[in-house]
Protein backbone atom coordinates (compact mmCIF):
# COMPACT_ATOMS: atom_id res chain seq x y z
CA UNK A 1 0.00 0.00 0.00
CA UNK A 2 2.55 2.15 1.39
CA UNK A 3 3.97 1.57 -2.85
CA UNK A 4 1.46 2.75 -4.84
CA UNK A 5 1.00 5.67 -2.38
CA UNK A 6 4.31 6.43 -3.03
CA UNK A 7 4.25 5.78 -6.67
CA UNK A 8 1.69 7.97 -7.00
CA UNK A 9 2.87 10.84 -5.06
CA UNK A 10 6.31 10.83 -7.15
CA UNK A 11 4.06 11.16 -10.74
CA UNK A 12 1.88 14.11 -9.10
CA UNK A 13 5.02 15.77 -8.24
CA UNK A 14 7.25 14.87 -11.76
CA UNK A 15 3.56 16.02 -13.59
CA UNK A 16 3.15 18.96 -11.26
CA UNK A 17 6.95 20.17 -12.48
CA UNK A 18 6.02 19.22 -16.40
CA UNK A 19 2.97 21.04 -16.22
CA UNK A 20 5.12 24.27 -14.43
CA UNK A 21 7.54 23.52 -17.56
CA UNK A 22 5.33 23.81 -20.01
CA UNK A 23 3.26 27.22 -18.66
CA UNK A 24 6.56 28.74 -18.09
CA UNK A 25 7.46 27.94 -21.92
CA UNK A 26 3.95 28.89 -22.86
CA UNK A 27 4.27 32.27 -21.54
CA UNK A 28 7.62 33.15 -22.34
CA UNK A 29 7.40 31.75 -25.99
CA UNK A 30 4.07 32.78 -27.16
CA UNK A 31 3.12 35.92 -27.67
CA UNK A 32 -0.18 37.32 -26.03
CA UNK A 33 -2.47 39.44 -28.96
CA UNK A 34 -2.54 42.37 -27.13
CA UNK A 35 -5.51 45.55 -28.40
CA UNK A 36 -6.44 47.89 -25.79
CA UNK A 37 -8.10 51.39 -25.87
CA UNK A 38 -6.75 53.52 -22.96
CA UNK A 39 -8.18 56.96 -21.87
CA UNK A 40 -5.22 59.11 -21.20
CA UNK A 41 -4.30 63.00 -20.04
CA UNK A 42 -1.77 65.25 -21.50
CA UNK A 43 -0.13 67.74 -19.53
CA UNK A 44 3.09 69.68 -18.74
CA UNK A 45 4.61 69.81 -15.58
CA UNK A 46 5.13 73.48 -14.79
CA UNK A 47 1.52 74.23 -16.10
CA UNK A 48 -1.56 73.52 -14.49
CA UNK A 49 -3.28 75.11 -17.60
CA UNK A 50 -2.01 72.49 -20.15
CA UNK A 51 -4.50 69.55 -20.06
CA UNK A 52 -5.56 67.78 -22.85
CA UNK A 53 -7.30 64.57 -22.75
CA UNK A 54 -6.65 61.99 -25.33
CA UNK A 55 -6.79 58.35 -26.25
CA UNK A 56 -3.75 55.80 -26.32
CA UNK A 57 -4.21 52.44 -28.77
CA UNK A 58 -1.94 49.57 -28.11
CA UNK A 59 -2.27 47.12 -30.98
CA UNK A 60 0.39 44.25 -31.75
CA UNK A 61 1.67 41.24 -29.68
CA UNK A 62 3.05 41.39 -25.70
CA UNK A 63 5.72 38.44 -24.78
CA UNK A 64 6.19 37.94 -21.06
CA UNK A 65 8.79 37.10 -19.82
CA UNK A 66 9.97 36.49 -16.35
CA UNK A 67 13.56 36.68 -16.22
CA UNK A 68 14.24 40.25 -18.16
CA UNK A 69 12.32 43.06 -19.60
CA UNK A 70 8.81 42.03 -21.33
CA UNK A 71 9.13 43.04 -25.01
CA UNK A 72 5.89 44.19 -27.29
CA UNK A 73 6.01 44.11 -31.18
CA UNK A 74 3.05 45.99 -32.92
CA UNK A 75 1.92 49.98 -32.53
CA UNK A 76 0.84 52.54 -29.74
CA UNK A 77 -0.32 55.09 -31.17
CA UNK A 78 -1.89 58.52 -29.39
CA UNK A 79 -4.36 60.49 -30.64
CA UNK A 80 -3.21 63.80 -31.62
CA UNK A 81 0.32 62.80 -32.24
CA UNK A 82 0.07 61.93 -36.42
CA UNK A 83 3.32 60.39 -36.76
CA UNK A 84 1.95 57.38 -34.40
CA UNK A 85 0.34 55.84 -37.01
CA UNK A 86 3.28 54.88 -38.50
CA UNK A 87 5.05 51.08 -37.98
CA UNK A 88 7.22 50.87 -34.77
CA UNK A 89 10.14 49.50 -33.26
CA UNK A 90 10.31 46.57 -30.85
CA UNK A 91 9.16 48.19 -27.67
CA UNK A 92 10.82 46.73 -24.17
CA UNK A 93 8.44 47.23 -21.37
CA UNK A 94 10.58 48.19 -17.93
CA UNK A 95 10.48 50.33 -15.04
CA UNK A 96 13.13 52.63 -16.12
CA UNK A 97 11.20 53.31 -19.64
CA UNK A 98 12.13 52.81 -22.85
CA UNK A 99 12.27 55.39 -26.28
CA UNK A 100 9.28 54.68 -28.42
CA UNK A 101 10.85 54.76 -31.81
CA UNK A 102 8.42 55.52 -34.97
CA UNK A 103 9.85 54.94 -38.74
CA UNK A 104 8.29 55.04 -41.96
CA UNK A 105 10.72 54.59 -45.59
CA UNK A 106 11.08 57.62 -47.47
CA UNK A 107 9.99 56.81 -51.09
CA UNK A 108 12.26 59.86 -52.57
CA UNK A 109 15.52 58.95 -50.85
CA UNK A 110 17.55 56.38 -51.65
CA UNK A 111 20.94 54.48 -50.44
CA UNK A 112 23.49 53.88 -52.90
CA UNK A 113 22.33 50.05 -52.92
CA UNK A 114 18.82 51.52 -54.29
CA UNK A 115 16.70 50.97 -51.22
CA UNK A 116 14.33 53.38 -49.37
CA UNK A 117 15.66 55.62 -46.58
CA UNK A 118 14.67 54.94 -43.05
CA UNK A 119 13.30 57.50 -40.78
CA UNK A 120 12.91 57.44 -37.37
CA UNK A 121 10.87 59.40 -35.37
CA UNK A 122 11.39 59.14 -31.16
CA UNK A 123 7.85 60.10 -29.70
CA UNK A 124 9.45 60.16 -26.27
CA UNK A 125 10.57 57.91 -23.50
CA UNK A 126 7.48 55.16 -22.34
CA UNK A 127 7.43 54.15 -18.19
CA UNK A 128 5.19 51.50 -17.75
CA UNK A 129 4.27 48.42 -15.51
CA UNK A 130 3.74 44.95 -16.99
CA UNK A 131 0.88 44.93 -19.79
CA UNK A 132 0.74 48.87 -20.01
CA UNK A 133 -0.56 49.27 -16.41
CA UNK A 134 0.11 52.94 -14.89
CA UNK A 135 1.79 54.00 -18.06
CA UNK A 136 3.65 57.42 -18.51
CA UNK A 137 5.05 58.85 -21.80
CA UNK A 138 7.26 61.74 -21.47
CA UNK A 139 7.14 63.15 -24.71
CA UNK A 140 10.42 64.48 -26.15
CA UNK A 141 10.73 68.67 -25.86
CA UNK A 142 10.09 69.20 -29.62
CA UNK A 143 7.07 66.72 -30.34
CA UNK A 144 4.77 68.88 -28.66
CA UNK A 145 5.06 71.43 -30.99
CA UNK A 146 5.21 69.43 -34.21
CA UNK A 147 2.12 67.32 -33.16
CA UNK A 148 0.28 67.25 -35.98
CA UNK A 149 3.00 68.55 -38.88
CA UNK A 150 4.35 65.74 -40.18
CA UNK A 151 7.73 64.28 -40.30
CA UNK A 152 10.61 66.54 -39.06
CA UNK A 153 13.44 66.76 -41.57
CA UNK A 154 16.44 67.33 -39.54
CA UNK A 155 17.75 68.11 -35.96
CA UNK A 156 16.91 66.25 -32.17
CA UNK A 157 13.43 65.44 -30.91
CA UNK A 158 14.85 67.38 -27.89
CA UNK A 159 14.88 66.14 -23.98
CA UNK A 160 12.32 65.95 -21.28
CA UNK A 161 12.99 67.17 -17.93
CA UNK A 162 10.39 67.10 -14.83
CA UNK A 163 10.62 70.64 -14.12
CA UNK A 164 8.80 71.42 -17.80
CA UNK A 165 7.88 68.22 -19.62
CA UNK A 166 5.21 67.27 -21.33
CA UNK A 167 3.70 63.88 -19.82
CA UNK A 168 0.47 61.55 -21.63
CA UNK A 169 -0.48 59.90 -18.44
CA UNK A 170 -2.98 56.99 -18.32
CA UNK A 171 -5.18 56.37 -14.83
CA UNK A 172 -5.49 60.03 -14.07
CA UNK A 173 -8.40 62.08 -14.85
CA UNK A 174 -6.74 65.42 -13.58
CA UNK A 175 -3.68 67.46 -13.47
CA UNK A 176 -3.56 67.16 -9.83
CA UNK A 177 -3.38 63.05 -10.26
CA UNK A 178 -1.38 62.84 -13.55
CA UNK A 179 1.16 65.27 -12.06
CA UNK A 180 1.54 63.59 -8.62
CA UNK A 181 2.03 59.91 -10.84
CA UNK A 182 4.75 61.46 -12.99
CA UNK A 183 6.77 62.49 -10.14
CA UNK A 184 6.52 59.13 -8.02
CA UNK A 185 7.75 57.02 -11.22
CA UNK A 186 9.71 59.39 -13.01
CA UNK A 187 12.18 60.65 -10.05
Not at 90 to 111: A, N, Q
Not at 175 to 181: I, V
Request: charged share 25%; glycine share 6%.
Amino acid sequence: MTDKKHVSESCLLKLSAWLIFILFMGMTLIPIPLKLEMAAIEIKMDDPAYFDNCTINIDGYYHFNILSNDRFYGNISVSGYELTSERMDTVYISKDGHSLYYHRFDEFSHDEYGHPLKLEYSLGRLVSGRFFRDMIIAVYSDNPIDKASGWKESGTWGTWNIQNGVCIITNAKTYAEGFQKVQKRME
